[in-house]
């Protein structure tokens, strides 16, 4: 059973259009991530949702709207995509352990995004 | 801020060749520290971790020490295996707005002939 799953796993589309991935985690945990990773292998984060409810939003561009229904899903959308979205999209989720000690964060299998 | 300082690849070896992956970090306090490793066209999954300084992690035959002297987590592996070739990631977990986020090294790709 599959613990971060993410749909699609590629997509491919053309520049102006708008697009969603979906992912969704069966581990329980309150905190879900989204990170890009570039060409080069450089992950960074994008956003960050504990319990439904945005934490982080790393200077990512408004045509990018994560959406939460609920802290076992995290969704992305993207506006008028552009060639520089082109990457690999991952998900995340974590729980935080005893005395805010971090535990590790569990990922999906990427989606990898190409605008034409 | 937090940072991640990995060796940049790529590194090619021989099978059963010793594997060092160079990773220093800066962070305040003493976070758990992680190895992620990613296989061609997969996801990023755990290879090991440490929670604590002088804590070693290890799995797979991988190991790396949490050395806080020395800022340090280098990953090593006595004899690599073809099937160890992919990318891997040192990762820093920063607690920043409430909640944590990971900071990660550059990626070393690791390529290993038979």
């Known amino acids: 059973d599959t613990a971060v799953s993410q749909t699609p796993k590629y997509l491919v589309t053309q520049m102006g259009n708008d697009k969603s991935i979906k992912c969704e985690q069966n581990?329980?945990?309150?905190?879900m991530y989204w990170y890009k990773q570039d060409s080069k292998k450089f992950l960074k984060i994008m956003f960050s949702y504990n319990n439904k409810e945005l934490i982080i939003n790393e200077t990512v561009p408004n045509r990018f709207s994560p959406k939460s229904p609920d802290k076992a899903h995290l969704n992305l959308h993207i506006n008028s995509l552009e060639l520089g979205d082109s990457a690999v999209y991952f998900c995340?989720?974590?729980?935080?352990?005893?005395?805010?000690?971090?535990?590790?964060?569990?990922f999906g299998q990427g989606t990898r995004l190409t605008v034409v | 801020g937090d940072s991640v300082t990995q060796m940049e690849g790529p590194v090619t070896l021989s099978e059963e060749a010793f594997l060092t992956i160079n990773c220093t970090y800066t962070?305040?306090?003493?976070?758990?520290l992680f190895w992620y490793v990613q296989y061609p066209g997969e996801g990023l999954q755990l290879l090991l971790k440490a929670t604590k300084a002088d804590d070693k992690g290890s799995n797979k035959g991988f190991e790396a020490t949490y050395r806080k002297e020395t800022t340090s987590f280098h990953l090593e592996k006595g004899s690599v295996q073809v099937s160890d070739s992919a990318v891997y990631f040192c990762a820093l977990p920063s607690y920043t707005s409430g909640t944590y986020k990971y900071i990660f090294g550059t990626g070393t790709r690791l390529k290993v002939l038979a």
């Open positions: 581990l329980g945990h309150d905190t």
């Open positions: 995340a989720s974590s729980q935080e352990g005893q005395g805010r000690k971090y535990t590790e964060a569990f």
């Open positions: 962070a305040t306090g003493y976070p758990s």
